[in-house]
């Protein structure tokens, strides 16, 4: 198994940018897919992206497409978020998943298929 410990939120302006970390300590990073999610006060937890154990493969929520970007670096066991154009709306608490997936190229955008979660990384965009 796998733990996620988020990094990188805080304050910034509405038009700005932030990049969230997630290190995996634990078994192999690489045979696990690997997700962002989110949580807004009053709401329920959100996909936000989602990315294959290989890097090859991602998906998007349509909220966030093409302002966000996931991506990994195995050998870091270590998946980013790297978010552009933040706007008030993006504000929420942000949390990283994992699963062990068997195939390189898939994914899951459900919370309820992820069963290695981080504590969450406050995320605060200001207007």
């Known amino acids: 198994q796998v733990q996620p410990v988020e990094s990188g939120g805080g304050l910034v302006q509405a038009g700005g940018s932030l990049r969230l970390s997630c290190a995996a300590s634990?078994?192999?990073?690489?045979?696990?897919?690997m997700g962002w999610f989110r949580q807004a006060p009053g709401k329920e937890r959100e996909f936000v992206a989602a990315?294959?154990?290989?890097?090859?493969?991602?998906s998007y929520a349509d909220s966030v497409k093409g302002r966000f970007t996931i991506f990994r670096v195995n050998a870091k066991s270590t998946v980013f978020l790297q978010m552009n154009s933040l706007k008030p709306e993006d504000t929420a608490v942000y949390y990283c998943?994992?699963?062990?997936?068997?195939?390189?190229?898939?994914?899951?955008?459900?919370?309820?298929?992820?069963?290695?979660w981080g504590q969450g990384t406050q995320v605060t965009v200001s207007s």
């Open positions: 990315i294959s154990w290989s890097g090859s493969d991602s």
């Open positions: 998943a994992a699963e062990r997936l068997p195939y390189s190229g898939s994914y899951f955008t459900s919370p309820n298929e992820y069963g290695y």
């Open positions: 634990g078994r192999t990073f690489s045979g696990y897919a």
